[in-house]
């Protein structure tokens, strides 16, 4: 009994965890958050300080804008952070919120 509730903690854990790493702002025509939610096509856009694409919202949708011509096979990324925050915070911000370093053209 508690080996499986033991079990049974670190499976949410596991799961509040990918929800922090993978979760988005849901925002309303006013930009302002009404809520977070994982979607699983953007979850799989990947961070980099030098991003391809920014995220806009618009009525309730998430679009992908391109930034620059993306060819076929090139990586689709985004910036988890501030792009204009200097590399030390956006260091930090992503350690301490997505648990990893960056390592892109601008890091």
Not at 22 to 27: D, V
Not at 35 to 58: D, T, W
Request: hydrophobic letters at 30%.
């Amino acid at each position: 009994e508690e080996k499986e509730k033991r079990r049974e903690e670190r499976e949410l854990i596991k799961c509040f965890c990918r929800f922090k790493c993978n979760n988005f702002s849901i925002y309303n025509s006013e930009m302002f958050e009404e809520g977070r939610g994982v979607f699983l096509n953007l979850s799989l856009i990947n961070h980099s300080c030098a991003p391809n694409c920014v995220l806009m919202y618009r009525g309730g949708c998430v679009f992908v804008i391109s930034l620059k011509d993306i060819q076929k096979g090139d990586e689709i990324t985004h910036s988890y952070v501030d792009m204009g925050a200097p590399l030390s915070l956006r260091s930090s911000l992503l350690s301490s919120s997505y648990f990893f370093s960056c390592c892109c053209s601008r890091c």
